[in-house]
């Protein structure tokens, strides 16, 4: 709800707004929490930035206030981003 509040009030400024949401990540922390064997079943680190970077090109006026999720899982982590084009 905010980050579509924030869309409507930037849109005719030229800011987009998006909340994205990436898949869960084997990072050191997943792996204090889940242990090694699980955690490596999550997307890795690399792979994760390069499909945010895609996304994140993507993002147009029109887009702006999605609520993205770069591979349609649920996030263990969300990341608001304000970004002007």
């Not at 895609?54 to 993205?68: H, N, P, R, W």
């Amino acid at each position: 709800m905010v980050t579509r509040m924030l869309a409507d009030d930037l849109r005719e400024r030229g800011i987009i707004v998006a909340t994205i949401s990436p898949p869960p990540t084997e990072t050191d922390m997943l792996r204090a929490l889940i242990g090694p064997e699980g955690a490596s079943r999550q997307a890795k680190p690399a792979d994760v930035i390069a499909r945010l970077i895609k996304v994140i090109d993507g993002l147009t006026l029109e887009s702006s206030g999605a609520d993205v999720r770069p591979r349609d899982e649920a996030a263990l982590v969300e990341l608001s981003m304000v970004g002007r084009i």
